[in-house]
């Protein structure tokens, strides 16, 4: 079994080496990628703003869903979205973003302390493309970034 767990991490290692390749010749070819943030925690968004700018990347934020709604354009790439926050939810948000049809390319990561699974599949279900459970760390955005951009 020791082997089977050191053989997952390589692959692991090398999938997200792949994906940090694939950024670097995304940058090199001068596109940068947009990313908006949706939290009503300033902590949250400021981390966002730290682990992103250093990595080369435009960042947009809006501290709930109804600001979100009217800030987004089709030219973002992914929004990571808090699932609970006052004034409009993460997955209110979701529902009257999906219907704009112009927005069908923006990827959407939910962003949640809520890791049952039945909370995930509404999302998913809603028209999140993938989910992170917080607390995260920059690897773990750098490797949805990857997995949704690619």
Partial sequence: MVGHSQSKRSCVKQTNDVYKYIHIFIRALGVLM???VVDDDAVTRNLF?????SSGYEIHEAVNGSDALKKVDPH???IFLDWLMPIMSGLEFLEQFR???????VKVVMLTALSDIDNVVDAMDRGADDYI???FTK???MEKIGKLTV
């Fill in 76 to 78: 973002l790439d992914v």
């Fill in 139 to 141: 690897d773990v955005l």
């Fill in 49 to 53: 703003q730290n682990f992103m700018k």
């Fill in 99 to 105: 219907v704009d049809k112009r927005m069908a390319n």
């Fill in 34 to 36: 947009r990313i908006m």
């Fill in 133 to 135: 459970i917080k607390p």
